[in-house]
């Protein structure tokens, strides 16, 4: 694998969902495969599960790390062409990219949408700038418009907690203070679109995915519809992704509490599971005794991330030899 930002670069889903359990079994077994081998970890954005996770599996395979927060203790990086930099961004993207390149034989990179420019977030310009210029594997490690380390945890903890072969899931909008990026369930659509899962997007109008990443969902503006029958509820607030009216891209459309995950809301299910990928805000998304019912399984969601992260890095480092 050169490089893992869509579902597609994982390959067969059972396939890699096999070597998930794999590594689960024994994260320590391809410890040989990282030797002599660095990751270089870019942040460009805030991180607690993805920072740690990653660490971690590149530790699992047995790879230096150097994590380097680019704003916290690096140069500021101009990220645009044809800007004259006479700010306070002293480099440019263009030559601290093969720079990093250098140093490390695989580069992971954080860096959100800014929801200004839907073309510049959607076109992914900075983490594509990545793969072109460092010369190495890019690793997402939640791009403008993806997460799939987070997918291919989310799918991996669906797997060992799926009630029945072919599960209802529904992915639910929830309402939050801030415009949030797009990219979480971006990529749990995409996923879940190629497992075996049946797939419901509920949201308010207006807040309608990408197609490229719900084309085999099922799309239901009814949130009680939606929930009914479901296995696992997966909530995620995200801003207007600017589908409909391109001039509403990264705006709060509505706040409307009703959409909050609540004890009433999850009746509606089949007894489902409450997922999210964390970090969430209470009493916007979830209220406490969801997230803290025996049917909440966001540890061990959040758990998987290192699982998903040693398998995407050992995929890369064999692509290596
Ligand atoms: N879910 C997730 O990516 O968490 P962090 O933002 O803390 O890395």
Redesign the pocket.
């Known amino acids: 694998m050169k490089s893992f930002i869509n579902v597609a670069d994982i390959g067969p889903l059972e396939k890699a969902l096999a070597e998930a359990q794999e590594i689960k079994n024994d994260r320590y077994k391809y410890q040989h495969l990282g030797r002599n081998k660095t990751l270089l970890m870019i942040f460009f954005n805030?991180?607690?599960?993805?920072?740690l996770s990653t660490q971690k599996a590149a530790m699992n395979l047995g790879m230096n790390v150097i994590v380097l927060d680019v704003n916290q203790g690096a140069w500021k990086l101009e990220t645009e062409r044809g800007v004259i930099m006479n700010g306070d961004k002293s480099e440019h993207l263009l030559e601290a990219i093969p720079v990093m390149g250098c140093y490390c034989d695989i580069i992971a990179v954080r860096s959100f949408a800014g929801l200004k420019d839907r073309d510049y977030d959607y076109a992914e310009t900075v983490v594509q700038q990545f793969i072109q210029y460092s010369g190495r594997p890019v690793m997402a490690m939640?791009t403008a418009t993806v997460?799939p380390l987070?997918a291919f945890a989310d799918l991996i903890t669906i797997e060992e907690y799926k009630p029945q072969p072919r599960p209802k899931v529904v992915l639910t909008w929830a309402p939050h203070c801030r415009a949030l990026p797009q990219a979480?369930p971006n990529s749990f659509a995409q996923w879940m679109a190629a497992a075996d899962v049946d797939l419901v997007v509920t949201h308010p109008k207006g807040y309608e995915l990408d197609p490229k990443f719900t084309a085999g969902a099922k799309i239901e503006y009814d949130q009680r519809k939606a929930f009914e029958g479901a296995h696992f509820i997966y909530a995620k607030n995200w801003s207007c992704p600017g589908v409909t009216n391109p001039e509403d891209y990264g705006k709060i459309l509505t706040d409307d509490p009703t959409w909050t995950v609540d004890t009433e809301h999850m009746s509606w299910t089949d007894d489902a599971y409450f997922m999210h990928?964390?970090?969430v805000r209470r009493g916007l998304i979830v209220t406490d005794d969801v997230i803290e019912s025996p049917r909440s399984i966001v540890i061990p969601e959040?758990a998987n991330?290192e699982i998903s992260a040693t398998v995407t890095l050992k995929r890369m480092l064999e692509a290596l030899v």
Do not use: K
Not at 46 to 51: K, M
């Open positions: 805030n991180s607690l599960r993805t920072r939640e997460h987070q979480v990928c964390l970090p959040a991330r």
